[in-house]
C-alpha cells in the first residue's frame, strides 16, 4: 500500500531563517509528487509538483523541493522565511503505472515564522 | 469568480438530521472528489468521480453518499448526521486530458460542518 509521511506535525521558526519540511513516501509503483500550501482559513492550493525531469522544483514564492528517489524523500525547502509563509503544508504522491491511483496526503505540517 | 465553489461554507446541524454539500466548478474538469480535514490527520478522500457516471468509493465512505448531477456539478450526502462527522469538508477537481500531470486537483475553499 502507498503513504506518505511527513516528519514533523509542526515547525516553528523565526522570520527570515532557513527551513525544511521533511516527507517521505512509500509505494510499489511509480509516484509524482505534491507539495499543497493551506493558509488559515482557506482551501488547498498547489505549491510544486514533481512529474519527471529535473529533480529539482521551484515554486515562485522561493519554495524548492528536490525529488530523491534513492531516500524516497521530497523534502521542501525555503533559505529564508518570511512571516507570510505561516501555513500548513501538505505532501501528496499519485502512484501512476498500475491499476487507478488516487491523491495520498500526508497528515500535513504547520509550519509558523515568528518575528 | 472562483473557480471551484462550495456551499454552505459554514453549518451546524444536530445528530439525525439529513445534510447535503454541494459542489460547483467551472473549469470544465470531469473528475471531481470530496475530501474530510481533521486536525492532525490530513485529507482522506470520501469519495470520487472520474465523470458522470462514473462514482467511487474512497478511504472513508462509511455514513456518506454522493450524486455526480452534472459534470459541474458534485454533491455530499450525511444521510444521518453523527458528531464524529464535524469536520472540514473540501471539494476538488482535476482533469484527466492533463492526467499525464500528474492528475492536480483544484480544491474549493471549504465547509466547515458541525454537528452537535
Known amino acids: 500500500a502507498q503513504s506518505v509521511t511527513q516528519l514533523d506535525s509542526q515547525v516553528p521558526v523565526f522570520e527570515e531563517a532557513p527551513v525544511e519540511l521533511r516527507c517521505n513516501y512509500s509505494s510499489s509503483v511509480s509516484v509524482y509528487l505534491f507539495w499543497y500550501v493551506q493558509y488559515p482559513n482557506q482551501g488547498l492550493q498547489l505549491l510544486l509538483k514533481?512529474?519527471?525531469?529535473?529533480?529539482l522544483v521551484k515554486s515562485i514564492n522561493g519554495f524548492e523541493a528536490e525529488f530523491n528517489k534513492s531516500q524516497t524523500s521530497f523534502h521542501l525547502r525555503k533559505p529564508s522565511v518570511h512571516i507570510s509563509d505561516t501555513a500548513e503544508y501538505f505532501c501528496?504522491?499519485?502512484?501512476?503505472?498500475?491499476?487507478?491511483?488516487?491523491?495520498?496526503f500526508g497528515k500535513g505540517t504547520k509550519l509558523s515564522v515568528k518575528p | 469568480d472562483a473557480d471551484v465553489t462550495q456551499t454552505p461554507r459554514n453549518r451546524i446541524t444536530k445528530t439525525g438530521k439529513r445534510i447535503m454539500l454541494e459542489c460547483s466548478q467551472t473549469?470544465?474538469?470531469?473528475?471531481m472528489y470530496w475530501y474530510r480535514q481533521d486536525p492532525g490527520l490530513g485529507l482522506r478522500l470520501i469519495y470520487y468521480s472520474f465523470d458522470v457516471k462514473d462514482i467511487n468509493k474512497g478511504e472513508i465512505s462509511d455514513g456518506y453518499s454522493v450524486s455526480r448531477q452534472a459534470q459541474a456539478k458534485f454533491s455530499l450526502s450525511l444521510e444521518s448526521a453523527i458528531p464524529n462527522q464535524t469536520a472540514l469538508y473540501f471539494c476538488?477537481?482535476?482533469?484527466?486530458?492533463?492526467?499525464?500531470?500528474?492528475?492536480?486537483?483544484?480544491f474549493g475553499p471549504g465547509t466547515r460542518l458541525t454537528v452537535l
Open positions: 473549469k470544465g474538469h470531469d473528475r
Open positions: 476538488a477537481t482535476s482533469d484527466r486530458s492533463t492526467s499525464g500531470g500528474g492528475d492536480t486537483q483544484y
Open positions: 501528496a504522491a499519485f502512484p501512476y503505472g498500475g491499476s487507478q491511483g488516487n491523491l495520498i
Open positions: 514533481y512529474l519527471s525531469g529535473s529533480t
